[in-house]
C-alpha cells in the first residue's frame, strides 16, 4: 500500500464527498443521480486500495457491484424498501471490508510512509462512521421508532439522518437533537462513541511508535557509520 499513495489519496477525497455530501440528495434525483456516481470512485479506488491483498479483491469486487445496483435502484425509487436495505447491507459490508484492510496497513508492524498512515487512518476513521450510519438506518428501517428526531418529531427518519448522527457520536459531541430511544440502539450509540475513541487513541500512539522507531534507527545508523 506504500507505493500506493496517490490511490488512497484519492480514495479519501471520494470518502470524503460521500460522507459529507449527503445533502445534494435531498436537491431531487438528478443530484442523487449524481451523487451516485460518487459510490462508484469510491468502489474503483478502494479496490486499488486493497489489490495488495489478494484475497480481499473478489469479494470487495461482488460487493461493490451489488453496492452501485442498490444505489442506482435507490437514486430512482428512494422509498423503496427492499432497494434501501439492500443498499444498507451492501455499503455496510464494502465499508467494514475496506476498513479491515486499512487497519491491517495501520497497524503493520513493518515500516511505512507516516504520510501514507495518517491518510489510512483518516479514510478509514471516516469509514468507521459509514458503517455506522449504515447500520442505523437499517435498524431504523426494520424498526421504526428507533430513534427520534426533535427538530422533525412527526417525520420518518431518512438515512441522511444517520450519516449526521452518526458522525456526531463518533466525536462524542452528542448534540442530542437525535436521540436513540431502543436499548439496543442506544447501546450501539455508545459503541460507536467508544470505538472513535479507542481508534483516535491508538492511531495517536502508532505514530508516536513510527516517529520514536525512525528516529531510533537513523541514530543507530549514524552511529554504525561513524
Known amino acids: 500500500m506504500d507505493e500506493r499513495g496517490p490511490n488512497l489519496g484519492l480514495f479519501l477525497l471520494f470518502v470524503v464527498m460521500l460522507q459529507f455530501g449527503y445533502p445534494m440528495t435531498l436537491q431531487g434525483q438528478g443530484w442523487t443521480l449524481l451523487y451516485t456516481l460518487l459510490y462508484v470512485g469510491m468502489i474503483g479506488f478502494g479496490l486499488l486500495v486493497v489489490r495488495d491483498q489478494r484475497d480481499r479483491v473478489l469479494p470487495v469486487l461482488v460487493v461493490g457491484v ?27 459490508a464494502f465499508q467494514s471490508g475496506v476498513v479491515y484492510s486499512l487497519l491491517k496497513f495501520v497497524y503493520r508492524r513493518s515500516p511505512a510512509r507516516s504520510l501514507n498512515v495518517i491518510v489510512a487512518a483518516i479514510s478509514a476513521y471516516l469509514l468507521i462512521g459509514g458503517v455506522f450510519a449504515t447500520w442505523f438506518s437499517a435498524v431504523e428501517l426494520l424498526v421504526p421508532g428507533s430513534f427520534t428526531d426533535s427538530a422533525n418529531p412527526d417525520e420518518p427518519m431518512a438515512w441522511q439522518s444517520f450519516v449526521y448522527f452518526s458522525y456526531v457520536t463518533l466525536a462524542t459531541l452528542g448534540y442530542g437533537d437525535i436521540v436513540a ?6 447501546s450501539l450509540a455508545a459503541l460507536e462513541a467508544v470505538t472513535g475513541t479507542l481508534f483516535l487513541t491508538t492511531v495517536i500512539a502508532r505514530l508516536v511508535g513510527m516517529y520514536v522507531g525512525a528516529h531510533t534507527r537513523e541514530h543507530r545508523d549514524g552511529g554504525t557509520a561513524d
Do not use: I, M, N, Q
Request: proline share 6%; no cysteine.
Open 66 to 92: 451489488a453496492l452501485t445496483f442498490f444505489a442506482l435502484w435507490v437514486a430512482v425509487d428512494p422509498l423503496r424498501g427492499v432497494a434501501l436495505l439492500g443498499l444498507f447491507s451492501t455499503l455496510f
Open 181 to 186: 430511544v431502543a436499548p439496543w440502539t442506544r
